[in-house]
């Protein structure tokens, strides 16, 4: 099976996850909250919601699954990898995953790197990757192969905290075992830019998906 990139990973795309429990109104949460008091944190808020509709994408998991497996550069996997470092607090890790894939061509994440640099401040840095966005979303983009499984890469009710937290205005952020996952994942040497930079491990879709 085949998809585009960022076709099935755009949040604007994204389908709603199932509740994870009964009462939860996914409309509401999806409902941004009161306007929030500066630029920048409307950006922090916009980026916060969109990463929780990647994470919850039908596709993410197979794409992360791919980035650790495939032997050519998967820009869908490259972009939930950010987003899972995003709500672990891993700000640079993030920054340097979705760079990675916006270089393979992902204007998903050019998109959220500007909002990032808003969301610091960085208006210039942020008007530059928007730009890039726009390029890249009118370019041809080659078919990414996606395994097509049924698995999902948290459990609904994760998802369903994240989204109610972005509702309300709230950091977003991973339960404590989860957290735990993507803090304990090797590290490169330190980056004269990022410094420790999160890498993939093998069993990283294994261990965010087992009970425990």
């Known amino acids: 099976m085949t998809t585009e990139p960022d076709s099935a990973l755009h949040p604007a795309r994204a389908p709603r996850p199932q509740p994870g429990g009964a009462g939860v109104s996914w409309d509401r949460l999806l409902t941004a909250p009161s306007p929030v008091s500066s630029d920048h944190q409307q950006a922090a808020h916009e980026l ?4 929780s509709l990647v994470l919850a994408m039908p596709s993410a998991a197979d794409s992360l699954a791919l980035l650790v497996d495939g032997d050519q550069i998967h820009p869908e996997g490259a972009l939930v990898l950010g987003a899972l470092l995003h709500v672990a607090g891993h700000r640079d890790g993030a920054q340097f995953w979705w760079q990675f894939a916006a ?15 808003r969301s610091l401040g960085e208006f210039l840095d942020a008007e530059v990757w928007r730009q890039q966005a726009e390029v890249l979303a009118t370019k041809p983009r080659a078919p990414q192969r996606v395994l097509g499984s049924t698995r999902t890469l948290l459990p609904a009710g994760v998802l369903t905290d994240i989204l109610a937290r972005c509702h309300y205005g709230l950091d977003v952020r991973l339960p404590p075992r989860l957290a735990a996952v993507i803090h304990q994942l090797p590290v490169a ?6 410094g420790e930079l999160p890498q993939l491990s093998s069993t990283l879709v294994h261990d965010l998906t087992v009970e425990p």
């Open 103 to 117: 270089g393979g061509g992902s204007y998903t994440s050019a998109s959220f790197l500007s909002l990032l640099h």
């Open 48 to 51: 916060d919601l969109a990463v």
């Open 189 to 194: 040497g330190d980056d004269p830019e990022y």
